[in-house]
């Protein structure tokens, strides 16, 4: 089965960080964009970052100067670093990347957090205050 690998969630304290892990699982990395997404209850899904094989290309301005995404191609994964974490960074956070960046593409944005859901791309973040 070709999906994105998600880990890295957990529990912390507001200031500290914790490093999101996205890995291929039998396909590998192309040019396209990859994308972490989150979303909290009550809230609609957000783009968090993306990043392509030439770099970092966006982040959410929320996450600005906090968070950074990053890609090591030779081991097919991207992560997302993300320093000093504030209760308002609690999610469910999702990564696209690989095959369900083209499936994403026939939904609409609202539905795409759920989508990742359902693929079991995503992982729990909780940030206490």
């Known amino acids: 089965e070709m999906k994105a690998v998600v880990s890295g969630g957990g529990t912390v304290q507001a200031g500290e960080s914790l490093r999101l892990v996205c890995a291929a699982s039998?396909?590998?990395?192309?040019?396209?964009?990859m994308t972490w997404y989150r979303q909290s209850p009550g809230s609609e899904c957000e783009l968090v970052a993306t990043?392509?094989?030439?770099?970092?290309?966006y982040y959410a301005l929320s996450v600005k100067g906090r968070f950074t995404i990053s890609q090591d191609i030779a081991k097919n994964t991207i992560y997302l670093q993300m320093n000093n974490l504030e209760p308002e960074d609690a999610a469910v956070y999702y990564c696209?990347?690989?095959?369900?960046?083209?499936?994403?593409?026939?939904?609409?944005?609202?539905?795409?957090?759920?989508?990742?859901?359902?693929w079991g791309q995503g992982t729990q973040v909780t940030v206490s205050s």
């Open positions: 696209a990347a690989g095959p369900s960046v083209a499936r994403l593409y026939h939904l609409d944005r609202a539905d795409y957090c759920s989508a990742l859901a359902s």
């Open positions: 039998g396909f590998t990395f192309d040019d396209s964009d």
């Open positions: 990043v392509n094989t030439e770099g970092p290309k």
